[in-house]
């Protein structure tokens, strides 16, 4: 049976790391993160988890030793957020191209300037980019269930990538709130032990990250790129597990009300559960709207996206981060790209909200929604909308 | 759904009183959830926490902006900040104080229902420190019936380790000793 509690959404990540049996932490404090490797440092410095806890002088540091125990078999965790995700960013790119299956826990927060330790996406869509496998985690639940899922994810054979775990900075990171746990014995069931395909090994040498001139580099690219795309069976497949395990159900895109919905909105992170409310608030008013909440965002799952849209004619999408001078926000960009390439030609309406902090109330979403039946019935036609922005 | 609003100033402990309230109820079997106004924290600046407590599974992560109880820690706020704004007319005030309640409803303007303990006097007599979260726990619970004072107990204890007992202590004589006026 599992056990349920009132517990920090950081700290019961940091507990699913642990029961994940990690063998290498390597990490330096930043806001919202913090929790996660204090906690993770407490329990190695008190002997509770067998691990290798490396304070680092930087980010960037924190991301080589990574990719250090990595190399050498040990299973890698790591946490960070905004600046310090930032300044990993040189080191990120080499994870994935070394085929690392480290984990890290992004506690999503905005980048400066000016200064602002609050939420939004902007520190993951700076590193869109990266060949990282990319989740997405909407409560505290999810930050736990899915931690195993990751270092599942990142470990298979068929995989062998770095895996992100997102979640919203302090609106889940600091968030108490009812968690069940798994049982160790679940853990160890459902996460077989790191087998590396190739290590450093001072008694079998080999290269890792060697340079790849023009003769090799665009191979080694294109196989890396192949890589991550061919990751989403495997993603699917861990996540059918987690849903059997759980009895919550884990989809690459998660909907709500989308077999009534009129229109829809798509979005990321917690922010669906607060439009959940919005959803509910407009049904008792017979009015179906629905949401699509893709948790997999590297790679995109272009056709579970599509097939959850089904044949709805409006949909609006939610981004919290800037593309500065982008034509598109990064998910209104990825979505109409996808629609293009589609047979489906809903009419698409773009949303900026909940920047660096910004409070989102369930008002806000209920017009938003308003806005979309509006465009179903008049095809109202308007620029992208920066909710809640003063001018 | 009753959502809750606490005022204090930092390292009072409002933070932590607004965490031990969602983990006892989580552990009645409801849901909930507690949260920081979040922000760069200093000693002794007005800060605020948040929770929520419901039957059903929560999904709201908004900040709390009509609350069914406002929990004052510290009484010098209420020159400073409008404590009750927003707050529910049905809604409850809990108010850490020495004075009367006649004397906190005209310096409020809270009509309302009210009520006062000198949270920072059982404080001083139980934990020797003016850190008054646990008692002031002690009286929402007495006035409001929200989370169970044995699930509190737990709480408390995994919580505060060695000084769980004398915070225990304090909590139950705000339970016994909080004046609750029915407002108009």
Redesign the interface.
């Known amino acids: 049976m599992a056990r349920?509690?009132?517990?920090?959404s950081s700290i019961a990540l940091a507990d699913a790391v642990a029961m994940c049996k990690v063998d290498a932490i390597s990490a330096y404090p930043i806001t919202?993160q913090t929790h996660i490797v204090e906690h993770l440092s407490e329990w190695v410095n008190d002997g509770e988890l067998d691990a290798e806890f490396i304070p680092v002088e930087s980010e960037h540091s924190a991301m080589s030793a990574a990719l250090g125990t990595s190399a050498v078999g040990a299973r890698t965790f790591t946490a960070t957020s905004s600046q310090g995700l930032a300044l990993m960013h040189e080191i990120l790119f080499i994870a994935p191209a070394m085929r690392l299956p480290v984990v890290m826990a992004v506690a999503n927060r905005s980048l400066s300037g000016p200064i602002s330790?609050?939420n939004d996406h902007s520190d993951i869509m700076a590193e869109r980019d990266i060949g990282w496998i990319q989740i997405f985690a909407e409560n505290g639940q999810e930050c736990f269930d899915l931690t195993p899922a990751c270092f599942k994810i990142a470990e298979d054979k068929r995989v062998i990538l770095p895996t992100i775990l997102n979640f919203?900075g302090?609106?889940?990171s600091?968030?108490?709130?009812?968690i069940e746990y798994w049982e160790q014995e679940t853990f160890d069931k459902f996460l077989p032990e790191f087998e590396p395909q190739i290590r450093l090994d001072v008694k079998n040498p080999s290269t890792m990250g060697a340079v790849g001139v023009p003769e090799i580099y665009y191979e080694a690219r294109m196989a890396q790129h192949m890589a991550l795309v061919n990751s989403k069976p495997v993603i699917k497949e861990v996540f059918a597990e987690v849903s059997q395990i759980t009895g919550r159900e884990y989809k690459v895109v998660e909907s709500y009300n989308m077999e009534k919905a009129e229109v829809a909105l798509v979005m990321m992170g917690?922010?669906t559960?607060?439009a959940?409310?919005a959803v509910?608030n407009l049904k008792a008013k017979g009015i179906e709207v629905g949401i699509v909440r893709p948790r997999l965002w590297r790679p995109f799952p272009t056709e579970e996206f599509l097939e959850v849209l089904g044949d709805i004619s409006v949909i609006g999408c939610v981004d919290r981060a800037y593309t500065f001078g982008a034509a598109s926000h990064p998910v209104a960009s990825e979505v109409k790209s996808v629609l293009y390439t589609s047979d489906k030609r809903p009419q698409v309406r773009e949303y900026v909200m909940g920047i660096g902090?910004r409070?989102?109330?369930?008002e806000e979403i209920e017009d938003m929604f308003m806005q979309l039946i509006e465009v179903k019935n008049t095809g109202k036609d308007f620029p992208i909308q920066y909710i809640g922005v003063r001018e | 759904m009753l959502e809750f609003r606490f005022h204090g100033r930092g390292g009072q402990g409002s933070v932590t009183s607004?965490?031990l309230l969602?983990?006892?109820?989580?552990?009645d079997n409801k849901?909930?959830?507690?949260?920081?106004s979040?922000?760069?924290e200093r000693r002794g600046a007005p800060v605020q926490a948040f929770a929520r407590i419901s039957e059903e599974k929560?999904?709201?992560?908004?900040?709390v902006?009509n609350p069914d109880v406002v929990l004052v820690l510290d009484y010098s706020l209420t020159q400073m900040v409008n404590v009750t704004e927003g707050l529910k007319p049905d809604g409850l005030l809990v108010v850490s104080t020495g004075n009367t309640a006649e004397q906190v409803r005209t310096e409020t303007g809270w009509k309302g229902r009210l009520a006062i303990v000198d949270g920072v006097n059982i404080a001083m007599t139980h934990i020797k420190r003016p850190i008054n979260n646990t008692v002031m726990l002690g009286a929402l619970i007495k006035a409001s019936g929200c989370v169970s004072i044995e699930n509190m107990k737990v709480a408390v204890n995994e919580r505060f380790g060695r000084i769980a007992a004398v915070n225990m202590a304090a909590l139950n004589e705000a339970h016994e000793n909080v004046l609750v006026s029915e407002g108009e």
Do not use: C
């Open positions: 349920r509690k009132g517990v920090e919202p330790i609050w919203d302090f609106i889940v600091h968030m108490i709130e009812p917690s922010l559960e607060t959940m409310t509910n902090g409070d989102v109330r369930i | 607004a965490e969602a983990i006892t109820a989580v552990a849901y909930a959830q507690a949260f920081p979040f922000g760069p929560i999904l709201n992560r908004s900040k902006y």
